[in-house]
């Protein structure tokens, strides 16, 4: 064997602890090790010659890499290692960074004899390993989206556009999501439905856009380029080929219940299209809130509708669908209003959320527009904005930043100043957070305008006769402050929407503590989930507003695009494998199988390895009570030999 | 059901009344509290500095010596609610603080005992709708506010007694005795606590503040279960603030369950009030014309 | 003068550490004493924060603090703020002031304040 060792300094990272120079001079005389360098950027440009120059001159076979985490630049020091000769596969890496010297950095003795036992330990595995060369799968290029919010329309858009099929489910009947519940949008304050109704009718008339709503992901097997998808389509006891969408059952139907659409600010009738510009614009009967569905009386709507499209004996549908990608936009939900008891939310009525005012003010709302507050229907007088309402409270609520509440708080109140002239609007904020274009000045706006701002929390909120009075203060004048007000708004935490923590489960994606989808790295990989193949895209990664929005669909498209370029995705070939001989098929490699990629061969009664699914992680090979199932370039003896190069 | 019993200092001086009705009340309901053999004052305010146990010692003994009779620990006060409940948990949760005081006291005492409040009892054992159903004087139509105050409901986490931004077991009561709830907004606002013993009339404001939020939402009496708040809402409404009959009493939970129950005026103990109850209560049936109140 | 040595000595009779409040002034929104106080709470705890505890222990607020937790219940960082009001007034107290003096006390609260307020009240005040 003939192997190259190759230090990183990593200017000082590494440098400034491990004493480079010796750890060469040690590591130079161990068995098999032709050659030992170092220098001072490995991964730059002159250090990637050193390695392929010195391949050349020593004649070798394999390659160490001290430097830095694998997670870093294994794949780049894997391809040197290709372009100068060495099979990929025969590159290590020994990670004397991020295991080393910062963690040791007190102890630069120590640091240096463990770099070496690192090393040491990295050329005894270097010298098991085989060549190897990557699997090859194929793609199906065609792309299921979940969630037809902005997010997920968006990135339909954009993938259909580029000639992919797109399967795009909607759990609601409707699609549009919570920006179809807005009234104005910021910093422009343009009309929410008239930017996006563009975008709604363009995906339910796209050609190459399948839209799935009233519908749910239930499984989803397979790995990237190969999923296969089963999803719910729940009955909506209206045939929609029949329906025209005249809205004769919508009229007649007796049975009135809160909608959801308007937050519980209006009743709808049990057969419903949610909003006027709904698309599709189909009805579907909500089963608990039909009388017809719950008591067998009643049928109103059965004898109302002209084409016999009322079918109430349908039933939910089962689809499958072969993907190859997956996005993943599920959006968000608001902070439960039973969890701010200091504020009456979900107590009094004139105590609403963000969206319930953007109901009020929106022309097809409750109100048509007018601001009347939930109560009595007066206009208010004086309105009371609240920031921050679970945001930024590790306590009661969650210590993340919501984002956009700075910026549509600031939009309720010009928009309530603009339709109440004589109106107060008060804003109690703990800090302004308008980083974006035209948001500092959208704010700066308000105030010009009227809206007095109060640099602080609110402690209670409570009613008083007619009024509600607020407990607040304003730290900037050092003052304790009590408004009595007509109505508040609380803008209220963004949580990820209800059913994303069974959708992680269901895609076995990880979410951050607060179930929010995670992205693969926070900085350079936003869009991309740590499952091949699957992407997310908006507030269901974390809170943010329609432009970030926008954008991060657009990324995960460009994504799956990239994806779908070639026919074939390559896969890492160290993963286990079996000696049928041994195999006794007892199938505790299947149990112990995070990732499906174990079976059983029934007929022969042999556990198999899915290539294409393992992940490489080892576990199985561990679990094999006989040692029939081998982790490629992790055996059994490089294992020990390591183990005996680190305490030897 | 049988409890052992904590009265506290209060209950044995000024606050008479609260225990004799509550006592009387309890015999009544099937409730048997017995008394600790040596009980001694909980501090009646919890330490609120960690680098001194001290504090911790007498009410740590009086658990370690009700955790020898029983499981669970009842208390009338608030305050000796508060203080004892809060001590068990250091005693239960905090190893160095538990070893320092058992160190003192010469005991294991490990917190496991249950302090609870008589509300409670009749709320979670005897259940508010038995309590409807031993009612013999309904107290029908009389407009009663509950009075929280701190102690019952903060730390919540610590106390786990009710919501403390909603609570409503004094509203069940009451409704339990035929009571109009009279709800109000500073149910749940201090009264100014022991600041009440700094000079001047300042230290009244939070009191006059309760007192007037109860009575202009139409309450004729105002319910509590600490001494302390009684005497300060009670107090507050001294000279002009509680003359022209716009005085509104404050009066003991359990006063007004002994009433309810039909029990003899002499358990009751209304002594001393700026606010006397006994007009109200008479007017209203609930006493005989002849009290002394 | 900005000291965090100050800050370190309350830190150990209170057990709370100040650094991470962020002044959104919730705590002073929700005190019931708070219009008698000079410094409303989350002042005092910001002078705590940057160590200037003399003009912390000069002030009314100490005294009129009632330890009722309604600030701490709601704080979004979970400081305990009576804690820390307790670790002002013990600082004073610790070196032999007292704030009330029991002989003083008006006649009628003698006779008529109950024993927990004055056992109470002589704890926080002596």
Same mark, same amino acid.
């Given at each position: 064997m003939r192997t190259g060792v190759f230090v990183c300094w990593c200017g000082l990272n590494i440098g400034g602890v491990v004493d480079v120079p010796r750890v060469v001079q040690e590591i130079s005389g161990y068995p098999g090790v032709a050659r030992a360098v170092d220098y001072r950027y490995m991964c730059s440009d002159p250090g990637q010659q050193l390695i392929k120059d010195t391949i050349r001159e020593e004649r070798l076979d394999s390659v160490v890499i001290a430097a830095c985490s694998p997670g870093m630049h294994e794949a780049t020091f894997q391809t040197?290692?290709?372009?100068?000769?060495?099979?990929?596969?025969? @590159?290590?890496?020994?990670?004397?960074?991020?295991?080393?010297?910062? $963690?040791?950095?007190?102890?630069?003795?120590?640091?240096?004899?463990?770099?070496?036992?690192?090393?040491?330990?990295?050329?005894? /595995?270097?010298?098991g390993d085989e060549a190897l060369s990557a699997l090859s799968i194929p793609v199906t290029r065609r792309a299921l989206v979940i969630g037809a919010g902005i997010a997920g329309m968006q990135a339909a858009l954009d993938i259909a556009e580029a000639g992919h099929e797109v399967v795009l489910v909607e759990r609601l009947p409707h699609i549009g999501g919570h920006m179809a519940q807005l009234s104005e949008t910021f910093p422009t304050l343009d009309c929410s439905q008239c930017i996006l109704t563009p975008k709604t009718s363009?995906?339910?008339?796209?050609?190459?856009?399948?839209?799935?709503?009233?519908?749910?992901?239930?499984?989803?097997?397979?790995?990237?380029?190969?999923?296969?998808?089963?999803?719910?389509?729940?009955?909506?006891?209206?045939?929609?080929?029949l329906c025209t969408g005249c809205g004769l059952c919508t009229e007649k139907c007796p049975s009135k219940t809160p909608s959801a659409f308007e937050r519980g600010l209006a009743k709808e009738p049990a057969v419903t299209i949610a909003f006027p510009q709904a698309v599709p614009h189909k009805p579907v009967i909500r089963a608990e809130a039909c009388r017809h569905l719950t008591s067998g009386k009643c049928g109103v709507c059965e004898k109302a509708c002209p084409v016999g499209a009322i079918d109430f004996e349908q039933q939910d549908l089962l689809l499958e669908e072969k993907v190859g990608a997956i996005v993943v936009a599920t959006g968000y939900d608001l902070h439960p209003k039973a969890k701010v008891g200091e504020y009456g939310y979900g107590v009094y009525p004139d105590v609403i959320d963000g969206l319930e005012f953007e109901r009020l003010?929106?022309?097809s709302g409750p109100t048509q527009g007018e601001i009347r507050r939930p109560s009595d229907g007066k206009v208010p007088k004086e309105v009371v904005f609240i920031q921050c309402v679970g945001s930024r409270d590790q306590e009661n609520g969650?210590?993340?930043?919501?984002?956009?509440?700075?910026?549509?708080?600031?939009?309720?109140?010009?928009?309530?100043?603009?339709?109440?002239?004589?109106?107060?609007?008060?804003?109690?904020?703990?800090?302004?957070?308008?980083?974006? /274009?035209?948001?500092?000045?959208?704010?700066?706006?308000?105030?010009?305008?009227?809206v007095l701002y109060l640099r602080g929390r609110v402690a209670r909120v409570f009613q008083d006769g007619d009024r509600l009075v607020v407990f607040g203060v304003d730290t900037l004048s050092g003052k304790k402050v009590e408004i009595h007000a007509d109505m508040v708004v609380l803008a209220t935490a963004i949580v990820p929407a209800s059913g994303a923590k069974e959708l992680a489960r269901t895609l076995k994606l990880a979410t951050d503590r607060y179930g929010f989808f995670s992205e693969a790295h926070p900085k350079l990989r936003p869009v991309e989930s740590l499952t091949r193949g699957i992407y997310i895209a908006g507030c269901a990664q974390a809170p943010k507003d329609i $432009?970030?929005?926008?954008?991060?669909?657009?990324?995960?498209?460009?994504?799956?695009?990239?994806?779908?370029?070639?026919?074939?995705?390559?896969?890492?070939?160290?993963?286990?494998?079996?000696?049928?001989?041994? @195999?006794?098929?007892?199938?505790?490699?299947?149990?112990?199988?995070?990732?499906?990629?174990?079976?059983?061969?029934?007929?022969?009664?042999?556990?198999?390895?899915?290539?294409?699914?393992?992940?490489?992680?080892?576990? @199985?090979?561990?679990?094999?009570?006989?040692?029939?199932?081998?982790?490629?370039?992790?055996?059994?003896?490089?294992?020990?030999?390591?183990?005996?190069?680190?305490?030897? | 059901m049988g409890y052992s019993y904590f009265p506290g200092c209060t209950l044995r001086a000024k606050a008479r009344g609260f225990e004799s009705s509550a006592l009387a009340s309890a015999r009544v309901l099937g409730i048997h509290l017995e008394e600790l053999a040596n009980w001694q004052c909980c501090g009646a305010t919890f330490p609120l500095q960690v680098d001194n146990s001290f504090p911790l010692v007498s009410p740590a003994r009086t658990l370690a010596s009700a955790r020898r009779m029983g499981e669970r620990l009842?208390?009338?006060?608030?305050?000796?609610?508060?203080?004892?409940?809060?001590?068990?948990?250091?005693?239960?949760?905090?190893?160095?603080?538990?070893?320092?005081?058992?160190?003192?006291?010469?005991?294991?005492?490990?917190?496991?005992?249950?302090?609870?409040?008589?509300?409670?009892?009749l709320r979670d054992d005897l259940g508010f709708d038995a309590l409807a159903r031993s009612v013999k004087v309904p107290l029908s139509g009389l407009a009663a506010a509950p009075y929280y105050g701190c102690l019952l409901l903060r730390p919540a986490d610590e106390l786990a007694f009710d919501d403390p931004e909603a609570p409503h077991i004094?509203?069940?009561?009451?409704?339990?005795?035929? @009571?109009?709830?009279?709800?109000?907004?500073?149910?749940?606002?201090?009264?100014?606590?022991?600041?009440?013993?700094?000079?001047?009339?300042?230290?009244?404001g939070p009191s006059r503040?309760?007192?007037e939020s109860a009575r202009a939402r139409g309450a004729r009496v105002i319910v509590t279960s600490c001494p302390l708040c009684q005497y300060n809402l009670d107090v507050s409404q001294q000279g002009a603030h509680g003359r022209n009959g716009a005085g509104v009493p404050v009066i003991y939970f359990t006063q007004l369950l002994a009433i309810a129950l039909g029990l003899p005026e002499d358990v009751l103990g209304f002594e001393g009030h700026v606010i006397s109850p006994g007009p109200l209560l008479r007017s209203i049936g609930a006493m005989g014309s002849e009290a002394t109140a | 003068m900005v000291s965090s040595e100050n800050r370190r000595k309350l830190l150990d009779i209170s057990g709370e550490d100040v650094t991470s409040c962020y002044q959104c002034g919730k705590c002073s929104a929700g005190c019931a004493m708070a219009a008698m106080m000079d410094l409303l709470p989350h002042q005092v705890i910001r002078l705590v924060q940057l160590g200037q505890v003399e003009e912390a222990l000069a002030s009314r607020t100490i005294w009129l603090c009632a330890s009722c937790l309604a600030c701490s219940a709601r704080c979004p960082r979970g400081v305990s703020l009576p804690n820390v009001m307790e670790s002002l007034r013990v600082t004073l107290l610790r070196l032999g002031g007292r704030h009330l003096d029991p002989v003083r006390l008006p006649a009628d609260v003698l006779e008529n304040a109950p024993e927990q307020a004055l056992v109470a009240g002589l704890r926080k005040y002596t």
């Open positions: 040197v290692a290709e372009s100068g000769g060495v099979n990929p596969y025969r @590159c290590e890496i020994a990670n004397i960074r991020e295991q080393c010297s910062w $963690p040791h950095q007190n102890e630069p003795g120590k640091a240096t004899r463990k770099a070496v036992e690192l090393i040491r330990a990295a050329v005894e /595995k270097v010298r363009e995906v339910g008339r796209h050609p190459r856009i399948r839209l799935v709503t009233n519908s749910e992901v239930e499984s989803v097997s397979g790995y990237v380029g190969n999923f296969t998808v089963r999803i719910r389509r729940r009955a909506t006891y209206v045939n929609w080929d003010n929106s022309a969650y210590p993340y930043c919501s984002k956009i509440c700075c910026m549509y708080t600031a939009k309720h109140a010009r928009l309530y100043k603009h339709k109440v002239p004589d109106g107060q609007p008060y804003v109690f904020y703990m800090d302004i957070r308008a980083g974006g /274009k035209g948001y500092e000045e959208f704010v700066q706006e308000a105030t010009d305008e009227g $432009p970030d929005t926008v954008t991060q669909a657009g990324s995960a498209a460009a994504k799956v695009l990239a994806l779908f370029s070639a026919e074939r995705l390559s896969h890492s070939p160290t993963v286990a494998a079996v000696d049928e001989e041994l @195999c006794s098929g007892c199938g505790v490699c299947v149990e112990a199988c995070a990732y499906d990629a174990r079976t059983l061969d029934v007929r022969r009664r042999v556990a198999v390895v899915n290539d294409v699914l393992c992940e490489g992680c080892g576990t @199985c090979a561990v679990a094999c009570p006989n040692g029939a199932t081998r982790q490629k370039n992790m055996a059994r003896s490089q294992v020990l030999s390591m183990i005996d190069a680190v305490v030897g | 009842v208390t009338l006060c608030s305050a000796c609610y508060n203080v004892l409940k809060r001590t068990n948990h250091v005693m239960r949760t905090d190893a160095d603080r538990r070893d320092k005081v058992n160190a003192f006291i010469e005991e294991d005492y490990r917190g496991d005992l249950e302090v609870v409040h008589f509300l409670e009892v004094l509203e069940d009561f009451l409704s339990a005795l035929g @009571c109009r709830v009279v709800d109000h907004p500073y149910k749940i606002e201090c009264c100014g606590s022991y600041v009440a013993l700094e000079p001047g009339e300042l230290a009244s503040m309760v007192v | -």
